[in-house]
């Protein structure tokens, strides 16, 4: 993992979640044609999914099941007594906070090779059965807010590790990862802030 910039600068991150992109886009590529991928239409080039006013990227679990299934499911996730729920905003460091809970776990000083942390993504899961076969204690990722965690884990006060950033410099960091991906219309600031932040509605007007 890499990080570069400043404090209160947009960061580049190489790390094991590229995998996750990767399956997205072949599911796009079979689900779009490359016409409607070039689209100059903002929301249909990429329609991103609202859910209890939340927006999430639509990627395959949700697609295929549908949000008020797919997240009825994350609530009803039967985890482990051991297992950990990283839950950050996105952009706030959650590569590094990860790592550095592996490391606590296993007392040693080297990056985590035996499970990529958007394997364990909690609103992206599409092999729960896989899941189940990994040795604990299992690290979970999500931004998924406090009320949709699984109930379970939060009835037993089972941990959670929370993890936020200044919220202006999350946004212009998120905005430019944005920026580039394929399928994603290139939007103006104006755009992205007023409709179009991923996770959460964080801006209302007086």
Same mark, same amino acid.
Request: hydrophobic residues 30%; proline residues 5%; aromatic residues 8%.
């Given at each position: 993992?890499?990080?570069?910039?400043?404090?209160?600068? /947009?960061? *580049?991150?190489?790390?094991?979640?590229?995998?996750?992109?990767?399956?997205? #886009?072949?599911?796009?590529?079979?689900?779009?044609? /490359?016409?409607?991928?070039?689209?100059?239409?903002?929301r249909t080039a990429y329609p991103y999914i609202t859910y209890k006013g939340s927006t999430y990227p639509p990627k395959p679990p949700i697609l295929e099941k549908g949000p008020e299934k797919h997240f009825a499911d994350i609530r009803n996730y039967d985890t482990r007594d051991n297992d950990i729920l990283l839950c950050s905003s996105q952009k706030s460091g959650t590569h590094w906070v990860h790592e550095l809970i592996s490391m606590l776990l296993t007392q040693k000083t080297e990056y985590n090779s035996h499970g990529p942390m958007?394997? #364990?993504?909690?609103?992206?899961?599409?092999?729960?059965?896989?899941?189940? +076969?990994? /040795?604990?204690?299992?690290?979970?990722?999500?931004?998924?807010?406090?009320?949709?965690?699984?109930? +379970?884990?939060?009835? *037993?006060?089972?941990?959670?590790?929370?993890? *936020?950033?200044?919220?202006?410099?999350?946004?212009?960091?998120?905005?430019?990862?944005?920026?580039?991906?394929?399928?994603?219309p290139v939007w103006t600031w104006a755009e992205y802030f007023e409709q179009n932040v991923l996770h959460g509605k964080y801006f209302v007007e007086d």
């Open positions: 993992m890499s990080r570069r910039g400043s404090i209160g600068s /947009a960061k *580049n991150c190489k790390s094991t979640g590229v995998g996750s992109e990767i399956n997205t #886009l072949t599911y796009w590529q079979k689900t779009m044609d /490359a016409k409607s991928l070039k689209t100059e239409e903002p958007w394997e #364990l993504n909690l609103e992206y899961l599409r092999q729960p059965e896989e899941v189940e +076969k990994l /040795a604990g204690p299992r690290i979970f990722t999500t931004h998924l807010p406090f009320s949709m965690l699984p109930r +379970k884990h939060v009835e *037993n006060r089972n941990k959670i590790v929370y993890l *936020n950033r200044n919220l202006k410099d999350r946004s212009v960091s998120l905005y430019h990862f944005l920026q580039g991906k394929i399928g994603v």
